[in-house]
């Protein structure tokens, strides 16, 4: 049980590791801050959004592992996970300190406040309302792309591998 904690622990430390941060100017840093709250991603929803996955995938790691296991442990799990996560992400600013340097990479204060002005107009609202419809969409297009070719890449690799040798019929 320890060992499935440290472990999913540990894969969720490494992938929101954080970056190194330039020096970003006090108005850099507030265009990013308008740019992540216009776009829904700011620290405390991203926050949130991180905690509810964590949970998720503990809770299942742990049906799996312990099926019988008391039902306060997910809520505790729950709990636990968001309270960090809260704490790493938005009291001690650790979501803004992986954010800044990205954005501070990528764009410069002028394509900062073009983008915000865009996000001000009815074209740019729309788009912020419209374009995470679009990418579910693409995702799940994207799947079922996938589900049906499946069958056709794994026939064709297989007669490649009978062709080579590698299988025989």
């Not at 499935?4 to 992938?15: E, F, H, K």
């Not at 949130?48 to 998720?56: E, M, T």
């Not at 788009?127 to 026939?155: H, R, T």
Request: proline share 3%; glycine share 6%; charged share 20%.
């Amino acid at each position: 049980m320890r060992k499935i904690i440290v472990t999913t622990l540990l894969t969720y430390v490494i992938s929101v590791s954080v970056y190194a941060a330039d020096t970003v100017s006090n108005e850099k840093i507030k265009l990013i801050d308008t740019l992540l709250e216009q776009t829904g991603q700011t620290a405390v929803k991203m926050g949130d959004k991180f905690s509810n996955s964590f949970a998720l995938q503990m809770n299942h790691m742990l049906q799996q592992h312990q099926p019988d296991i008391n039902p306060k442990a997910f809520v505790i799990i729950e709990e636990e996970s968001k309270a960090l996560i809260t704490e790493e992400l938005v009291v001690k600013g650790g979501y803004n300190k992986m954010m800044y340097p990205i954005y501070h990479k990528n764009f410069t204060e002028g394509e900062l406040q073009q983008m915000i002005n865009l996000n001000n107009t009815e074209l740019g609202r729309k788009m912020l309302k419209v374009l995470p419809v679009i990418s579910e969409e693409s995702l799940q297009a994207g799947q079922q792309f996938g589900v049906g070719i499946a069958p056709k890449i794994q026939e064709r690799i297989m007669a490649r591998f009978r062709e080579e040798g590698i299988f025989k019929a």
